[in-house]
């Protein structure tokens, strides 16, 4: 009876992780790319699409991002949306591409970006801790119900503690690397 609950958790567990490192890869590093910028929504033709869906994006050196959209018409829409994201770029439109310049990071820049990481990660906690609580909550009522025995819910209880601290790891290990890569550019 434990091991579904457990085999249940571990998904939305990975999940989690890889909506962290998602929003990681969005954070800003010395070097253009295009993870930057693909996830931004732009209303195209009435309805949210991504970026990355409406436009082909480039990075043709360092400091540069090149979003080349494939219907000449969302042009501005896609400039709308990327002022609208707030992401301290220097953005020009030449009536064919849009063209996104980076701006040298700053060690302020830098320091901010690794705590906006540090915050990403310690929201992407909060939810392991959610469904950590939401499991040992099954794991009390199955024993409440006689389904387990007492030893099980100690089990359990530990089970749900080394998953909750090996994801905990890897939060961990992908905030340490995502810090390590803003500090090296």
Not at 47 to 60: D, Y
Not at 63 to 76: F, H, Y
Request: proline share 4%.
């Amino acid at each position: 009876m434990l091991q579904p609950i457990l085999n249940k958790l571990r998904p939305k567990m990975e999940e989690v992780i890889g909506l962290l490192q998602d929003d990681l890869r969005s954070i800003r590093t010395g070097k253009a790319s295009s993870s930057l910028v693909e996830n931004i929504q732009v209303s195209y033709y009435g309805s949210q699409m991504p970026l990355k869906q409406t436009a082909n994006i480039t990075t043709p050196d360092a400091t540069l991002i090149v979003v080349q959209p494939w219907d000449a018409n969302a042009l501005g829409d896609i400039e709308v949306a990327i002022r609208n994201a707030n992401l301290g770029l220097g953005i020009t439109n030449d009536g064919r591409v849009v063209r996104l310049v980076l701006p040298p990071m700053t060690e302020e820049r830098r320091l901010d970006f690794i705590k906006i990481a540090h915050q990403k990660a310690e929201s992407a906690r909060i939810v392991l801790r959610n469904l950590r609580k939401e499991s040992w909550e099954e794991v009390q009522k199955l024993e409440k119900a006689g389904s387990l025995t007492e030893d099980d819910r100690y089990r359990g209880e530990e089970e749900l503690n080394k998953i909750i601290e090996s994801f905990n790891k890897k939060i961990q290990d992908a905030v340490e690397l995502k810090e390590k890569e803003l500090k090296s550019f």
